[in-house]
């Protein structure tokens, strides 16, 4: 018997709430932590049952919202969420590194936040295949959270986990267990990735330049100040010619900043300013 009331509307409303503010699908796998990531927040305002907790939310979203995105999204991910990213990453984005990096023959590219690693794997089978065997090309993947980070460099997934992938991703970049309950990452996509711990608020180590930055989900945590704080250091570690910033589904960057143009669906391109 479980403390709380959770009924399959109640399930539908969180699902909706969170998809729309960042872009997660909750699948029916997640029902379960779900219910014991929000039960907390119930006892903690002292509320009966989730559709109170819900018309609690809609009512004080100001102060209590951010708690429930924080308790649902916290090393929540999946891979290659947000999928039209991935697209014009490959459609559109990679043929003009190619074109300017020509002579150095170099691609970088950062998932900045990358929780349990779903993202810079999405970002590595990807571009894989898309550059010669000549290139040098690295995704750097970094984190606050050191738990999270090992587990991403482990690069062993629960078969719920890789459910949006789809068979070919499956065959040609994972090692299948026995019982087929668990997926691993192969070495020769696991090669491309770098894993680091990284606080953005304090100095970053690394020189860039990156043609591309993921930095999703993330920034809902952070203040207009510290936001454009990040914004400006996004803007020097990007490649000046094609240099790209992907943010989250529910994030906005202000359109005071003209050093960023604008491309629709969370993309921007890095531009000069004179």
């Given at each position: 018997?479980?403390?709380?009331?959770?009924?399959?509307?109640?399930?539908?409303?969180?699902?909706?709430?969170?998809?729309?503010?960042?872009?997660?699908?909750?699948?029916?796998?997640?029902?379960?932590?779900?219910?014991?990531?929000?039960?907390?927040?119930?006892?903690?305002?002292?509320?009966?049952?989730?559709?109170d907790y819900l018309t609690f939310l809609d009512n004080s979203s100001d102060q209590e919202f951010s708690h429930f995105i924080n308790a649902i999204t916290t090393n929540l991910t999946s891979f290659f969420r947000e999928s039209h990213h991935f697209e014009y990453l490959k459609s559109d984005l990679i043929p003009r590194i190619k074109q300017d990096n020509r002579l150095s023959k170099r691609a970088r590219f950062w998932s900045a936040g990358c929780s349990t690693g779903e993202e810079p794997y999405s970002i590595a089978m990807t571009v894989k295949d898309e550059f010669p065997s000549d290139w040098d090309v690295k995704v750097l993947a970094t984190d606050l959270d050191s738990n999270v980070l090992s587990k991403a460099a482990e690069g062993i997934y629960s078969s719920q986990s890789v459910t949006g992938l789809d068979e070919n991703h499956l065959r040609k970049w994972f090692l299948k267990s026995s019982d087929g309950s668990q997926y691993r990452v192969k070495e020769q996509l696991k090669s491309l990735i770098y894993f680091k711990r990284l606080n953005l608020l304090e100095p970053w180590p690394m020189k860039g330049p990156f043609d591309l930055i993921f930095c999703r989900n993330v920034l809902i945590y952070f203040d207009k100040e510290t936001k454009d704080s990040l914004f400006d250091g996004y803007h020097r570690m990007l490649e000046p010619s094609h240099g790209h910033l992907f943010i989250g589904h529910s994030e906005t960057m202000s359109k005071e900043r003209r050093d960023f143009k604008n491309l629709g669906k969370t993309m921007y391109k890095r531009v000069d300013v004179t």
């Open positions: 018997m479980k403390e709380f009331q959770f009924t399959d509307t109640d399930f539908q409303k969180v699902s909706e709430k969170v998809y729309s503010a960042c872009g997660i699908v909750l699948g029916p796998h997640k029902r379960e932590m779900v219910y014991s990531r929000l039960a907390r927040r119930i006892r903690a305002n002292g509320l009966k049952n989730f559709e």
